[in-house]
């Protein structure tokens, strides 16, 4: 895919994170990689709009923003000046992060996207504990066993790793000088620990009890095509586990359709919400998927919650198209950094790998999607 890009960078246009800010990020990232002296002039703002392919206008708010950082200076008609690569004052160090290099199709694109979102709020954090942030896109073919060793991609400035892609780590029995501490912030894989994650499964298991408790016995699980297969089996088995333990009928069927329902196919999320007159409530694997589905409903005249639930997995709290908010789980990006924050200090300091993995507790939203079950026909449209 064609992706264009900012100084070496990809920029991708997602829901998940706003161009301003992959600019910011991306801009700061180089800040603290030295690609500039202090002093030197960056590259002109429309120069890098065309890089990457937009207006003006975000990346004239990106360098406002690392203006009032004290990032940079703008003088007119002359430019865009390095005025400081440590405006905060000396860092107490640099942490490092890895992501793949090149989206290949519109799922990865659109998962490149959400791990942009994941960075920027890395970056924030770390500098809000005075520590600099360096991006890596590692390529497929990247020796992935060096990864964390001294001089292999990053030097030994770089006081922790946070790997984004899972990979199987070289097994040593600890950490030596040359070793860099290591931390995998990603789906949980038996190959890559110490690993930090949300509990994915607990998630919707908790979603679909909810669910229960309100008198829903006809559950349907909407499953998400931009998933893994694996992630996608992850909010299953929480499905299954509350629907099994709750002797409710377990529509796995309806799950391997739900699979094969596009992105954006809202007719065919229509039809097939049609064919389900029996169903009182929807639990859908994503914010997207449950937007997607009440607009379905909607469209067929079905009222929400009136008639017919919705839950879903990482609820946005802003409005849903139909005015409501959804109810749901969430998952919190900044304890999961807090805690591959942790585990690469506790690395530095034992010399050892913490194997395993960390999942963290899901908590629950509030919205106006979810009631009691009524009994509804979806009626047939006209």
Not at 37 to 53: D, H, R, V
Not at 292 to 320: E, Y
Not at 363 to 375: E, N, Y
């Amino acid at each position: 895919m064609d992706t264009p890009r900012l100084l070496g960078h990809p920029i991708v246009r997602s829901s998940q994170i706003l161009l301003v800010d992959q600019i910011h990020d991306i801009l700061c990232e180089e800040i603290h990689a030295g690609r500039w002296e202090i002093g030197e002039k960056l590259p002109s703002m429309m120069t890098m709009a065309n890089q990457c392919q937009v207006s003006r206008m975000p990346v004239q708010q990106a360098i406002e923003q690392l203006g009032a950082e004290g990032y940079v200076r703008q003088e007119n008609r002359s430019g865009i000046y390095l005025e400081s690569i440590t405006p905060k004052g000396h860092p107490l160090g640099v942490m490092g992060i890895v992501l793949h290099s090149n989206p290949k199709n519109e799922r990865e694109l659109e998962h490149l996207g959400y791990e942009q979102m994941l960075v920027h709020r890395f970056m924030k954090f770390a500098a809000d504990r005075n520590y600099q942030t360096r991006v890596v896109y590692a390529a497929e073919d990247q020796d992935w066993s060096e990864l964390n060793r001294v001089g292999a991609i990053f030097d030994k400035n770089v006081k922790g790793i946070v790997s984004l892609v899972p990979f199987a780590r070289v097994d040593i029995a600890g950490l030596d000088e040359n070793r860099i501490p290591l931390v995998f912030w990603c789906e949980p894989d038996h190959r890559s620990a110490p690993c930090v994650a949300s509990d994915y499964e607990m998630a919707f298991y908790l979603l679909n009890c909810d669910l229960i408790e309100r008198g829903h016995q006809q559950i349907a699980p909407f499953a998400w095509p931009g998933y893994t297969a694996e992630l996608n089996r992850t909010f299953f088995r929480g499905y299954r586990r509350a629907i099994v333990e709750a002797g409710l009928p377990l529509r796995e069927d309806l799950y391997d359709q739900t699979l094969e329902i596009g992105k954006r196919d809202t007719l065919a999320c229509q039809a097939f919400i049609k064919e389900q007159s029996d169903i009182t409530a929807y639990a859908c694997m994503c914010h997207e998927r449950g937007d997607q589905v009440t607009q379905a409903l909607t469209a067929l005249g079905m009222r929400i919650p009136g008639q017919i639930s919705v839950a879903c997995a990482s609820p946005d709290q802003s409005a849903l198209s139909v005015g409501l908010k959804m109810s749901g789980v969430g998952f919190s990006p900044e304890k999961e950094i807090e805690m591959c924050f942790d585990l690469l200090r506790q690395q530095n300091l034992s010399r050892e790998w913490s194997i395993g993995t960390v999942l963290l507790s899901p908590f629950s939203i509030k919205g106006g999607t979810i009631a009691a079950p009524q009994s509804a026909e979806v009626p047939v449209a006209q």
